[in-house]
């Protein structure tokens, strides 16, 4: 009887196996439903003002390091935030180049894990020119950008996400806050 009950198990199981094609699910990304793009102005109290997005919420730098006017504008729903850093120029141009350096260097500290690293120079309607920088690969910033009026204000901004996952998996997002990164740029004005 338990010799019958096996051979009609085994029986009924290739006839399972054989009766369709199994093929494993291909390995897939967490799906992201990013908002529409809808932004708001900066708050009258900064040396800078520019438009960011509605979906964001502006933080106080909280770093050991942090200063005055530097802000974190925070994703929640994308646990993502652009740390921002201004530093007053004081029409000393040696405080100018230091600042550059400075941007400089912290970009290129991700030359070991960035196999792509883009630079552009962009023009803004103020007259300034920004220099806007993206990194590829498995990188803790995506996203660089920094502007000055070269006499008195300078400007930085990284994209930071507090996530796990693989920036490849993260790249609608990244091209979502680019725009946002973008328009920033696109609406910056010195008060």
Sequence with gaps: MKNAFAILVALWLLAACSSQDFLPKPKGYNR????????????DSFPYHFEYSAHAKI????????????????????EANFQI???????????MEEYLSDSYRLTAQHNVKAYAIEE????????DYASFTELEGEVPTQLQFHVTDSTTHFLRGALYFNV???NDSLAPV???MKE???????TLEWR
Excluded: F
């Design 32 to 43: 992201i439903d990013l908002p529409g793009h809808e932004y708001v102005s900066l708050a």
């Design 59 to 78: 933080l106080k730098d909280s770093s050991w390091i942090a200063e005055r006017y530097w802000i974190d504008i925070y994703y929640p729903e994308l």
């Design 85 to 95: 850093t201004y530093k007053p120029i004081k029409s000393k141009e040696h405080l």
């Design 120 to 127: 552009k120079i962009l023009e803004l309607p103020n007259g």
């Design 164 to 166: 796990a996952t693989k």
């Design 174 to 176: 990244i091209r979502y």
């Design 180 to 186: 946002d990164a973008l328009q920033m740029l696109q």
